[in-house]
């Protein structure tokens, strides 16, 4: 069942993501056509939303990929490389962007309104279709839930895209196409910003977004058989796998009672969406035996009863 949603989901992501890449081309060529900047900036926003469908989608169809024994966890990574890449790359579009809107703040140019008008009323209509698609699983998946956002941006935009031209068209303010430009383009650097850092975060083995470490290892420790944890590491494969590390102290027994301990801790980091863990075991009597133990264990076991 879950994989045939998984399948679902690609499929839309799939189609949405060709449709969109299809439609900045059009809107391209009719905002220099029409000498619509607004349109061209729409042009490179529906880009970043065209670029959080691949990834989604990407995400989507590494998540069913196998690793192998080089990537040893998959290829999880490859999509959020590829994230950061283009997040950087549309900074530069909306660099671009604001000068151009520069240009047209000192020599204002006409604007075919109606191209304009009829282009950012498509674009809406593409958005809506694709939201719709969308809306089942944007609960589920980091990724899906972020191309769902970038798509209402999107329709937002068009919106104001579509209200510009009636503007352009009853009062002949040809500046409105700059100003909206420039308000496109913020929205761009924002949310390529948002990929930077959610990337940057993965690509720095940074601790995964929205978890907190203290709450992590307090659950851990709350675990029966557990004296303390330390050395506690946490990181993002992907979106949605994750990996840890740990030392994990308990009291001196034979591993085959060990185990029941090891997988409630599985258990519980499953429910942190800690999928692949690594849990080192140390065994707490040696208070006195050597120097490393002189941890006083049992002193930290009293307050934590």
Request: hydrophobic content about 50%; glycine content about 8%.
């Amino acid at each position: 069942m879950h994989l045939h949603h998984h399948h679902g989901t690609g499929k839309i992501l799939k189609w949405s993501s060709l449709a969109t890449i299809l439609f900045v081309f059009v809107e391209v060529i009719a905002g220099v056509r029409s000498g619509s900047l607004a349109l061209i900036s729409d042009a490179g926003h529906n880009f970043t939303d065209a670029l959080s469908l691949v990834l989604a989608a990407l995400g989507v169809y590494l998540q069913t990929k196998p690793p192998d024994s080089v990537k040893t966890y998959g290829y999880h990574r490859a999509g959020v490389l590829t994230a950061f890449v283009n997040a950087l790359t549309l900074g530069g579009v909306s660099i671009f962007i604001f000068y151009e809107a520069w240009q047209r703040f000192l020599y204002p140019q006409h604007v075919e309104e109606w191209t304009m008008l009829y282009v950012a009323g498509a674009a809406l209509v593409l958005n809506a279709v694709v939201m719709w698609g969308l809306h089942h699983d944007k609960d589920h998946d980091l990724n899906v839930r972020a191309a769902f956002m970038h798509m209402l941006g999107d329709a937002v935009s068009s919106v104001a895209i579509i209200g510009g031209a009636l503007i352009i068209h009853f009062t002949g303010f040809d500046l409105i196409d700059p100003i909206l430009s420039v308000l496109i383009g913020a929205l761009i650097i924002w949310t390529a910003w948002d990929i930077i850092k959610e990337s940057l975060n993965v690509l720095l083995e940074g601790l995964p977004r929205g978890m907190e470490l203290s709450e992590v290892t307090g659950a851990m420790r709350q675990v029966e058989g557990v004296i303390d944890v330390h050395d506690v590491h946490i990181w993002s494969l992907g979106s949605s796998a994750h990996a840890m590390s740990c030392h994990v102290q308990i009291a001196d027994m034979p591993p085959s009672e060990s185990k029941a301990i090891l997988q409630r801790l599985n258990d519980l980091l499953c429910g942190f969406q800690v999928h692949h863990s690594t849990i080192q075991f140390e065994h707490v009597k040696c208070a006195h035996a050597e120097a490393p133990c002189t941890i006083v264990a049992g002193h930290h076991h009293e307050h934590s009863h």
